[in-house]
């Protein structure tokens, strides 16, 4: 009788644990994707959210196409968003799987984006 409890317990706690790492998933991929589009969006004026960049004097700033620059990292930011997605759907069949590996992959990324950074402002 307490055999048919613990597997109950058991059961419900890999679906809660399930359902929490799709939410954290899904919840990262729409704050990855709705970043990108506002930096999309806003032609130029979301680059002084740009580490380094608000950090520039005015001069300075004359030199970068700040448009360009955020279509370029909103569209970065919304690609970072698809490890997440993938992620949730690998949750449904491995809970937690799907999760570290889309935090491994996004942290792949953002290291990739940063040495590509590095390596245009020199």
Do not use: H
């Amino acid at each position: 009788m307490f055999g048919f409890f613990y597997l109950i317990a058991r059961v419900g706690s890999e679906v809660s644990a399930m359902i929490i790492c799709v939410i954290f998933d899904l919840g990262m991929a729409v704050i990855m994707f709705l970043f990108g589009i506002s930096f999309v969006k806003s032609n130029g004026k979301a680059a002084d959210f740009l580490s380094g960049y608000n950090m520039k004097s005015k001069e300075e700033r004359k030199q970068y196409d700040e448009k360009e620059m955020c279509r370029v990292y909103g569209n970065r930011m919304m690609w970072m968003a698809l490890p997440f997605v993938a992620g949730a759907a690998i949750d449904f069949l491995y809970s937690g799987v799907g999760c570290l590996a889309a935090c491994v992959i996004w942290t792949v990324q953002f290291v990739l984006l940063m040495k590509e950074r590095m390596k245009r402002e020199k």
